[in-house]
């Protein structure tokens, strides 16, 4: 079974420029997490998706990030414009259903370095 | 904020020893408590869950969870080198499914 995967794996951006993140869950997961995990920081969550709904984004900050998943499948996460506290590792993890009883399996993260 | 609190170490135990890692959590109506381990520049990947007060065992590990207490731990007996990692206790609150994450306890095992 494939796992969560993701990509670019590594991306150094300057501040204020824009940068974009791709994640494909597990076949068959309809709920995909979009984490940040700032150095030294346990996992933050960003944003859950239930198919392609939002279950979960309170922890967005909706001014500059934006994310969407793609016929409930491949989902996309956006920062415009970056600051520098947006260095981080922004991990996607799926989980079949989503009701919190269930393993989320991670995809190997995407390190974004803001200049 | 409803938190997850970790001791951020290093715990640093013997080779063979029982490493003993402590979580304690803010939430009172939380339901389900994950332990993630989490190497080096790789990303986390779940250990063990427990949903019910008392302990939970699987091979070496064993989860312990006391709800009044609001506290969680993960016994690592027989230690070894490849134990070596940060420890993530992650907790579901009460009203959200996805998960709040401490930040993680450094563990050593020392050869």
């Known amino acids: 079974e494939a796992g969560v995967a993701q990509s670019p794996r590594y991306k150094i951006i300057e501040k204020r420029q824009s940068v974009a993140f791709w994640c494909n869950p597990i076949?068959?997961?309809?709920?995909l997490y979009w984490y940040q995990q700032i150095l030294g920081q346990g996992p933050k969550l960003l944003i859950q998706?239930?198919?392609?709904?939002?279950?979960?984004d309170s922890q967005l900050p909706k001014d500059r990030f934006s994310a969407e998943r793609l016929k409930g499948v491949d989902s996309t996460l956006k920062i415009q414009p970056a600051k520098l506290e947006d260095s981080a590792v922004y991990l996607c993890?799926?989980?079949?259903?989503?009701?919190?009883?269930?393993?989320?399996?991670f995809g190997p993260g995407t390190r974004l370095l803001v200049l | 904020q409803k938190e997850v609190e970790q001791n951020s170490g290093p715990l640093s135990v013997p080779e063979g020893a029982i490493a003993s890692l402590n979580c304690t959590y803010s939430?009172?109506?939380?339901?389900?408590f994950f332990w993630y381990r989490q190497y080096s520049g790789k990303s986390p990947e779940l250990i063990m869950f427990?949903?019910?007060?008392g302990d939970k065992e699987d091979g070496r590990f064993t989860a312990q969870l006391n709800k009044a207490s609001q506290y969680v731990s993960l016994l690592i007996r027989d230690s070894q080198p490849s134990d070596s990692a940060t420890y993530l206790c992650?907790?579901?609150?009460?009203?959200?499914?996805?998960?709040?994450f401490g930040s993680g306890t450094r563990l050593q095992v020392q050869p």
């Open positions: 993890a799926s989980s079949l259903v989503g009701t919190g009883r269930e393993t989320q399996y």
């Open positions: 076949s068959g997961h309809a709920t």
């Open positions: 998706f239930q198919n392609n709904g939002v279950v979960d």
């Open positions: 939430d009172r109506g939380s339901q389900s």
């Open positions: 427990i949903y019910s007060n």
């Open positions: 992650a907790a579901q609150m009460a009203g959200r499914r996805a998960l709040t």
